[in-house]
């Protein structure tokens, strides 16, 4: 066992989402608008409701699905537009001052980019499999099998997938996207809203128009993949995620503390350039709970970074990045998250399926009550110690 200093859980702090505990608040169930229509007191659950998934909101779609159950029958009959509208109104209505400002920022930010960034590389916007992925991943997924999919996975340590996953052309084109992105903040005196409240370099690639590119990479691959291999995070599927850049090296992030994701599962994929150092280490799985406590040997993963080789691992799996000793190291991060499971995880309270502390320590009751059992029937004569007697 070693000692851990305290890890962080990493909180996005620009993307425009909510951290997670204030994503899974519901608005007050008797909020009123201004026109004085009330929220339903429970939930409608015959409602299938709307997917708000391609709208440009300032707050989850997730939560707008939720929320759609409580709209008063006036609402619910209008538009798809128009419940939108509504219900972000009512989000704004009842979100403190402080984050109204952040969500106002934030439009504007991304509607300055949507008017004036032009891209340099147009085709890495739509996903085009072919022509972004290395073929030994399009082979091992055009099998349509697990054990197709198994047969380029790597774990070197449990929970932890490693593939190659991108074609080095795509690489390069998303390098030079990335460095014309920030030769245009810099030149048109933009303030940039960083990925997440660690680092201090890299960029939301959400905010610069790969949202739908990087929804359906989540769609059509990463939530397939994951549901073979988190079953119990991705039971359903992954519904939302935050695409960025992170970027170390001289004049940029050295390295990254030890922090948890603010997703189910993260897919981190090496993009280049030439650089040495900047391992991730990998310290085992843990619940909120236990975030903080001892690591078992076992759990103990380095990880040295391939440009176009992708670790795919649970959010939860506590991690870090040594310090990139020289040159220039990029990656794409994508963290992606499953509303499904944040809602049961609400009411979920054995974790002993994937927290190894939670798991160490029912094994230890286990074990404390399997021995008392034995000393009981010991004491009462039903059964003889363990050790055998001289005659
Ligand atoms: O630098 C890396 O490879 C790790 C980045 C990471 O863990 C994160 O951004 O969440
Ligand atoms: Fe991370």
């Given amino acids: 066992m070693c000692n851990l200093t305290r890890l962080r859980s990493m909180a996005l702090d620009s993307s425009g989402k909510q951290p997670e505990q204030q994503q899974q608040q519901q608005p007050p169930p008797r909020a009123s608008t201004e026109a004085g229509l009330k929220l339903r007191k429970t939930p409608n659950e015959e409602l299938e409701p709307d997917n708000y998934e391609d709208l440009q909101l300032d707050f989850s779609p997730v939560l707008f699905s939720s929320l759609e159950r409580y709209l008063p029958e006036q609402v619910l009959n209008s538009t798809r537009n128009d419940k939108a509208r509504f219900m972000r109104n009512l989000l704004l209505r009842y979100s403190p001052e402080t984050e109204r400002i952040r969500i106002q920022r934030h439009r504007e930010y991304r509607e300055k980019i949507l008017s004036s960034y032009q891209r340099l590389h147009v085709e890495i916007y739509s996903l085009d499999p072919a022509s972004f992925f290395a073929p030994s991943f399009l082979n091992a997924l055009s099998q349509k099998s697990e054990q197709g999919l198994r047969s380029i996975m790597s774990q070197p340590s449990a929970g932890i997938f490693t593939f190659e996953m991108l074609n080095p052309r795509f690489c390069e084109m998303l390098l030079a996207e990335v460095e014309h992105m920030e030769k245009w903040v810099y030149d048109s005196r933009t303030t940039i809203m960083r990925p997440n409240t660690l680092n201090k370099f890299g960029v939301v690639l959400d905010d610069f128009g790969f949202e739908s590119m990087l929804k359906k990479l989540v769609d059509d691959f990463i939530s397939p993949i994951s549901q073979v291999l988190f079953p119990e995070v991705c039971g359903t599927a992954l519904d939302s995620h935050h695409g960025f850049i992170v970027e170390y090296g001289k004049d940029r992030d050295t390295e990254l503390g030890f922090h948890v994701d603010d997703s189910e599962v993260s897919l981190n994929v090496c993009l280049g350039k030439i650089f040495s150092g900047g391992d991730v280490y990998f310290r085992g799985v843990r619940c909120d709970n236990h975030v903080n406590s001892e690591i078992n040997d076992k759990e103990m993963y380095d990880y040295s970074h391939v440009p176009g080789q992708a670790i795919l691992h649970r959010g939860r799996h506590r991690h870090g990045a040594r310090a990139t000793v020289s040159g220039h190291r990029v990656n794409l991060i994508l963290w992606c998250r499953s ?51 001289a005659d």
């Fill in 339 to 389: 509303s499904s499971f944040r809602e049961m995880k609400n009411y979920q309270k054995d974790f002993s399926g994937w927290c190894g502390e939670c798991r160490r320590v029912k094994t230890d009751r286990q074990k404390l009550s399997i021995e008392a059992t034995k000393q009981a029937l010991i004491k009462i004569g039903a059964e003889k110690a363990s050790k055998p007697s």
